[in-house]
């Protein structure tokens, strides 16, 4: 069956550069959202999107901005990269429940291991 | 804000053995999920609890939900050496559906 994914799957930047990180989801679903994972810690949410738009937001800080496409893939925008950025993110799709608002289940793509020197 | 906690943090254990890792969560949620997760990779899904008394099994592991105690339990039986891993629980509010993440559970089970 088809998974989500994600691309780079490794990623290396020094800091104050600019970075992107895509996420293709299974196919018929429409609801996207995104994770950071520190070394040790646990997933932290970013943001999410349903049907193109935003639905939710987390911790993500300003330097930071997110999009779905008509295609339903969504892309992170991360800019003046910072060290304490390095992490794992991760993209995860659901498809629409009866709230229209997100399934019950996401499906989580391999991650992009971005680290900032 | 919704909390959520895991005991314990690291688990040792030796094969063959049973143990059961905690999940709490600190307000109304209808909705819990287990993750496993091997170093360095993504989450794979485990269980997906959506109602009180909710009961699940596969293989070594069994999942069950508690919605008045707000409390999850991942039971592991005869352990062996491939469910090394850490095992993460989340819960979502339902109304935005963001996974809110416990701390995760190391597991280690050694010979």
């Known amino acids: 069956a088809a998974g989500v994914i994600q691309s780079p799957r490794h990623l290396i930047k020094e800091k104050r550069e600019t970075a992107t990180l895509k996420c293709y989801p299974i196919p018929r679903h429409d609801t996207v959202y995104w994770y950071q994972q520190g070394p040790g810690q646990d997933p932290q949410f970013l943001i999410s999107f349903y049907e193109k738009m935003q639905s939710d937001k987390g911790s993500i800080p300003d330097r930071f901005s997110a999009q779905q496409f008509s295609d339903y893939h969504s892309e992170l925008n991360m800019s003046s990269l910072e060290l304490g950025d390095s992490a794992l993110y991760f993209c995860?799709?659901?498809?629409?429940?009866?709230?229209?608002?997100?399934?019950?289940?996401?499906?989580f793509g391999p991650g992009t291991r971005l680290t900032v020197t | 804000e919704l909390k959520v906690e895991q005991n314990p943090l690291f688990l040792s254990m030796q094969e063959g053995k049973n143990y059961t890792i905690y999940c709490n969560y600190s307000?109304?949620?209808?909705?819990l999920y287990w993750y496993r997760q091997d170093p360095g990779k993504s989450l794979e899904s485990l269980f997906v609890l959506l109602s009180n008394g909710a009961v699940k099994q596969e293989g070594r592991l069994m999942a069950s939900l508690d919605t008045k105690a707000r409390l999850s339990t991942l039971h592991i039986t005869a352990a062996v050496h491939d469910l090394s891993a850490t095992y993460f629980c989340a819960v979502d509010r339902g109304n935005t559906d963001k996974l809110i993440f416990g701390t995760g559970t190391r597991l280690q089970v050694f010979p």
């Open positions: 307000t109304t949620s209808d909705r």
């Open positions: 995860a799709s659901s498809p629409a429940g009866t709230s229209g608002r997100g399934g019950y289940e996401q499906y």
